[in-house]
Structure formats: structure tokens, C-alpha cells
């Protein structure tokens, strides 16, 4: 079945006013080079895609069984077409049991929900002195150990401190594989940042959260990342990261992408949550430990997009920064952007950035409860 839709279409070439056919893939886009200024018509963008999500609908990854498509559906409701589902530090038989879901849910999507794309591991392969919110069962990784993992499902990327015996050789490893390693929850140097990275790292884990930061005679991991990063992650609810630090990463990295680390807290009312092993709150806004650490976040990447705006990008490098990056990060040339070929993943967003409509691989997605 093919549909058409009109507007303000966001291509790799620019703005293209008029019309867009599709049906599972885009078929055709036809009209006129203009910039949105010129007319009050429609935004038509690439679907979001979020490579670090928790949670969502009173729903834990960690939870298993049929919560990845829970939390699939909302953030589906919100503009994200694809996701990966992140899980956390726990012990293995969790960990084997989230993952398990995971790969379930990646061969089969259904009606109303963003596509899974796979797993981020976030832990347990990081330092236990800088966990963040995640739980205490942080251990040194071996490849035999994600070797096993993978026949669970697509580990597409995994979170690692560097600075742990025999971690540098396993980034090379993995590297070599196509899994994208990311540094996070980290006491490391810049040096060992620098290491990992000419080791086959390509990123950084919510960036400047739970790792070492910025000083001029010590620069520390955010240090590493900001000379020499060309991806990493950063959470812009407002609450992770100060908008100016925000704007020195966006100077910084170019290709720097969003992700939400959204938690079960995500679209449901304050209240006590799960976040793997960890009970977590909440209120005004964030999602906390006991101890007032933040634990994941309730964005949603709607509104990261409004976010990034009002710090003044403007909608086209706002857009590639929650979608296109993320896409050609995974090196997914089929998705993160509109041209014929590729994935009809699609938001439509009124002047506001509003979402009016979200199509994923051509289906229409129910918005109601967005």
C-alpha cells in the first residue's frame, strides 16, 4: 500500500517543498527546492532513532518477556522509529534474560512500534568506582563472555571503561567485528581515552555523565572526547548536561547525536520506578536514586528535538542530530534520512515541532496516549 504526504520535506540535499510517496521504502519525492521560511506548511523528517533506551510506559528492558515492546510503542508515539534497547550492570543470568527479549523483539515488529534494532550493553563492563545509577555487578569483560551474548541478540553497541585490565585489547577485538564500543562510566585519563580510541572506539556513553571530567592540566575523558570524538552521545533533557556544555560538544564533535537513557519513569506519572536492580524516583521533572544521582531520564526525542531548537540549532542540524548521526553511526545508509530506497521512517511536526503523524517502514503509527 503507498501513501502520499505534502510538505516541507528534510532530504540530504536540503528542503524540498511537495510531495513524498511511499510505501514499506520511499518511492519518490517530487518538488520544489524551498526552505520552510517561504510557506506555513507541514515539517516532513527522518524518524528519530535512539540508541539508548531503558525504558518507557512503567516498562524496565530489564524486565524481559513483552516490556521491549511496551517501551517500543511509546517512544513510537513520540517519533522514534528505531531504538536500541539498553540494558544494565546486573548479573549475567538478567543480562541473558533482557537480551533474550531483545533479540525476539529485533526479528519480529509490531503494528505501532519503533523497529528494534538490537542491543546497546551498557555494563557490565565498567568501572565500579563510577557507576552512575547502575547497579553494583560491574566486572572486566571477556570475548568468549560476548561471543555467547551475541547469539542472543544483535549486540550493536557496548559500553566499556577502558581503563580495566585486557579492556583495550577487547575494543580492538570488537572493533574489528563491527560492534561499536563506547567509553562510559569511567575513571579513566584523557590518555586512556586517546588509547581507546586508536584501539577502534568510536564513542562516548551519555557524554560528560559518569566519567572523568574537563580540567586544563588534567583533561580526563570529556577531554578526550571533545579533541578527538567524531560520534558520542549526550542526553539534552536539560537536567543531564547545562546548555552551554551542550553547545561546546556540539562545536566540538561533529557528528554528535542525541539519545533520551529514558527509564521506565518515561510518559508515566512521578512516582517509584525500576531501573534494573535499582528502585528509582520520579519528581520535578528527572529520575533519581535514593541519593539524589540521576538515573536515566524521561525524555523522549520529540522533545530533544525542541530542545536542540531552542538552543538555537536550526531544524535541519537539529534533525540529523536525532536521527542521521545515530544512523550512519550503526553505518545504516537505509534509515536516518529520506531519498528513494530507504526506510519510509518519517515524522510529520507542525510549525510548533509539534508530532501530527509518525510512519515507520511506510505503516502509520496510532499517536494516542503520545
Excluded at 193 to 214: P, R
Aim: with cysteine.
Amino acid at each position: 500500500m503507498s501513501s502520499t504526504i505534502k510538505g516541507n520535506i528534510l532530504t540530504p540535499g536540503g528542503w524540498i517543498h511537495g510531495a513524498i510517496a511511499f510505501g514499506e521504502r520511499v518511492d519518490s519525492i517530487e518538488g520544489a527546492s524551498l526552505h520552510p521560511s517561504n510557506n506555513s506548511d507541514d515539517y516532513i523528517l527522518p524518524g528519530f532513532i535512539d540508541l539508548h533506551v531503558h525504558g518507557g510506559a512503567g516498562k524496565d528492558i530489564m524486565e524481559g518477556g513483552e516490556a521491549v515492546y511496551a517501551i517500543a510503542a511509546i517512544h513510537a508515539r513520540h517519533g522514534t522509529t528505531s531504538l536500541l534497547a539498553t540494558t544494565m550492570t546486573a548479573p549475567p543470568e538478567d543480562i541473558d534474560m533482557a537480551l533474550t527479549a531483545i533479540g525476539a523483539a529485533a526479528k519480529d515488529r509490531r503494528p505501532n512500534t519503533a523497529r528494534v534494532l538490537g542491543a546497546h550493553l551498557e555494563g557490565p563492563y565498567i568501572n565500579s568506582g563510577k557507576l552512575g545509577a547502575q547497579p553494583n555487578y560491574a566486572r572486566a569483560a571477556t570475548l568468549a563472555e560476548i561471543e555467547r551474548l551475541q547469539t542472543l541478540a544483535k549486540l550493536r553497541v557496548i559500553t566499556v571503561a577502558p581503563e580495566i585490565a585486557g579492556h583495550l585489547d577487547l575494543v580492538r577485538a570488537l572493533a574489528d567485528a563491527g560492534v561499536r564500543v563506547q567509553i562510559g562510566h569511567t575513571l579513566g585519563s584523557y590518555e586512556d581515552g586517546v588509547a581507546a580510541l586508536e584501539h577502534g572506539a568510536m564513542g562516548f556513553t551519555h557524554l560528560f555523565n559518569a566519567m572523568s571530567g574537563l580540567h586544563h592540566r588534567e583533561p580526563g575523558m570529556v577531554g578526550a572526547a571533545l579533541a578527538h570524538a567524531e560520534y558520542a552521545e549526550l542526553i539534552p533533557d536539560l537536567l543531564h548536561v547545562h546548555p552551554g556544555a551542550i553547545k561546546v560538544a556540539l562545536r566540538a564533535i561533529p557528528r554528535l547525536y542525541c539519545v533520551t537513557d529514558s527509564t521506565a519513569a518515561t510518559g508515566m506519572p512521578d512516582g517509584e520506578y525500576m531501573l534494573g536492580r535499582h528502585a528509582v524516583q520520579k519528581c520535578m521533572g528527572g529520575v533519581r536514586l535514593p541519593d539524589g544521582t540521576l538515573a536515566g531520564s524521561t525524555l523522549t526525542l520529540d522533545q530533544a528535538l525542541r530542545n536542540l531548537v531552542g538552543l538555537g540549532l536550526d531544524l535541519a542540524d537539529a534533525s540529523k542530530r536525532v536521527s542521521t548521526n545515530a544512523a550512519d553511526y550503526l553505518g545504516l545508509e537505509e534509515r536516518g534520512r529520506l531519498a528513494p530506497g530507504t526506510y519510509a521512517d518519517l515524522v510529520v511536526l507542525d510549525r510548533d515541532l509539534k508530532l501530527k503523524a509518525v510512519y515507520i517502514e511506510g505503516e502509520i503509527c496510532d499517536l494516542n496516549d503520545a
